[in-house]
């Protein structure tokens, strides 16, 4: 049974909100989502490039009152 | 490109380029590339048992760095060390000069190693100076 997780790292800046979505990557199971909360803009544009770039999917980036919530989902 | 090795020098002792340095640190090795760190001159100090995450600053960043919450250069080098496997050498001829020993070094450092060695190691990688 897959799960959205959230990961919260609103408030941090980068690289610490993709630090947490990694942590909570290594705790998580093949198919569950992580939705990563953010303030800072520069992780919104960075976590996305670094999920494709190390092989997980990129699910979405929405916005709201300022906190990103980019949403990714583990592969292997 | 996922996969090149990275060799991060460190030289200066300032919180902005310790802080950028541990940025491209963590970020690179936990994208899957392997990454050494060579802490050298004014950057070992802090490397030091008991050194908190404390360093002069250059200009208006490293106030803000310290006034915002932005993630401690030592936490993100260790994140290196625990999520992307980053292998982080204090150098041995700055360890004669300071005149500390392994012992008194952090306990995630690996050996003391020399500028031959270091050489040697990032000839097939990219070399980034801090």
Not at chain 1, 3 to 12: L, T
Not at chain 2, 36 to 65: C, Q, W, Y
Not at chain 2, 66 to 90: N, S
Request: charged residues 25%; hydrophobic residues 45%.
């Amino acid at each position: 049974m897959t799960e959205r997780k959230i990961v919260d790292g609103k408030g941090s800046f980068c690289p610490g909100p993709l630090m947490e979505l990694i942590v909570a990557l290594k705790h998580s199971q093949i198919g569950d989502e992580l939705e990563v909360l953010s303030t800072d803009k520069g992780s919104a544009n960075d976590i996305p490039e670094w999920v494709r770039r190390v092989g997980h999917d990129y699910v979405s980036t929405t916005e709201n009152d300022g906190v990103w919530h980019i949403v990714v989902r583990k592969t292997k | 490109m996922v996969g090149q090795k990275i060799c991060v020098v460190v030289i200066s002792g300032t919180l902005e380029r310790l802080q950028a340095a541990a940025m491209v640190a963590s970020v690179a090795a936990v994208s899957g590339q392997e990454v050494l760190v060579f802490l050298s001159m004014n950057a070992l100090p802090h490397f030091v048992k008991g050194a908190t995450a404390e360093a002069p600053h250059e200009g208006p960043m490293g106030d803000l760095i310290i006034a915002k919450k932005v993630p401690e250069f030592k936490m993100l080098f260790e994140q290196a060390i625990e999520l992307g496997g980053a292998r982080l050498y204090p150098c041995s001829m700055a360890m004669d000069v300071l005149e500390v020993g392994s012992e008194q070094l952090e306990d995630y450092l690996e050996e003391a190693t020399g500028l031959t060695r270091l050489l040697t190691e990032v000839q097939d990688g990219q070399v980034w100076t801090f």
